[in-house]
């Protein structure tokens, strides 16, 4: 059985920073390419980062290219998100995700940790 458990978020002000944390249980995941995702209350979910299996490549959605940054560590089969300079707008549930090679559609997800960024 394939786990994703997330953990890290919480509340903080305008300008701190968090870490999330993405553990991965049921896999063998180095084969996995990760993603992070988020979604606001009644907004769509939006694709905030992704790493490669090789942990080469990395993507950023716009909103948060240049604050956030993805990791790996195959070691700890842990995903990790460093999340930077945080604003009100970045307030959302976090959800990480998990699919084998590097393409296709994320077959694996965690519960979501929820960030709430105040102003």
């Known amino acids: 059985q394939v786990v994703l458990e997330e953990s890290g978020g919480g509340l903080v002000q305008a300008g701190d920073s968090l870490r999330l944390s993405c553990a991965a249980s049921?896999?063998?995941?180095?084969?996995?390419?990760l993603a992070w995702f988020r979604q606001a209350p009644g907004k769509e979910r939006e694709t905030v980062a992704t790493?490669?299996?090789?942990?080469?490549?990395?993507t950023y959605g716009y909103s948060v290219k240049g604050r956030f940054t993805i990791s790996r560590d195959n070691a700890k089969d842990t995903v990790y998100l460093q999340m930077n300079s945080l604003k009100p707008e970045d307030t959302a549930v976090y959800y990480c995700?998990?699919?084998?090679?590097?393409?296709?559609?994320?077959?694996?997800w965690g519960q979501g940790t929820q960030v709430t960024v105040s102003s």
């Open positions: 995700a998990a699919r084998l090679g590097d393409s296709g559609r994320f077959d694996y």
């Open positions: 790493i490669t299996v090789s942990g080469a490549t990395t």
């Open positions: 049921g896999l063998t995941f180095r084969r996995y390419s």
